[in-house]
C-alpha cells in the first residue's frame, strides 16, 4: 500500500508562488495526478506526470501557471505554482493513478490528506 503525503501550502497573496510536496512512502514510480476541491465543489484535477517516463498532461485552467515534477530519490512529486490567483483557493490532492483518464479523480487511489492553499485578494 502506498501512502502519500502532502506539504507546502499556506496563505499567500495573489501573484505569489507556492512549491506543494507530495512525499511517497516508498518507489515513486508511479503515475500521480495533484487534484484540488474547493468548498462546496468538486475534487478537479489539475496536472499528473507519467511513472513510465515523466510525460506530463495539465487542466487548461493551469497550464502555463503550474508545473508538475517529480525528485525519484526523494520519492518525492511537486506542484510548483506561479501567479497564484484567489480562485486558486482549495484543498490540493496528490494520488496514485490506477488506470484511465488522467483527469478523473475515479481513476486515482491512494491519496494523502490534503494541504490548505488560500490565495487573498
Known amino acids: 500500500q502506498v501512502q502519500l503525503t502532502e506539504s507546502g501550502g499556506g496563505l499567500v497573496q495573489a501573484g505569489d508562488s507556492l512549491r506543494l510536496s507530495c512525499a511517497a512512502s516508498?518507489?515513486?514510480?508511479?503515475?500521480v495526478g495533484w487534484f484540488r476541491q474547493a468548498p462546496g465543489k468538486e475534487r478537479v484535477f489539475l496536472a499528473a506526470?507519467?511513472?513510465?517516463?515523466?510525460?506530463?498532461y495539465y487542466a487548461n485552467s493551469v497550464k502555463g501557471r503550474f508545473t508538475i515534477s517529480r525528485d525519484n530519490n526523494k520519492n518525492t512529486v511537486y506542484l510548483q505554482m506561479n501567479s497564484l490567483k484567489p480562485e486558486d483557493t482549495a484543498v490540493y490532492y496528490c494520488a496514485v493513478h490506477r488506470l484511465g483518464f488522467y483527469d478523473r479523480a475515479q481513476n486515482y487511489d491512494y491519496w494523502g490528506q490534503g494541504t490548505q492553499v488560500t490565495v487573498s485578494s
Open positions: 516508498g518507489r515513486t514510480f508511479y503515475t
Open positions: 506526470i507519467l511513472g513510465s517516463d515523466d510525460t506530463t
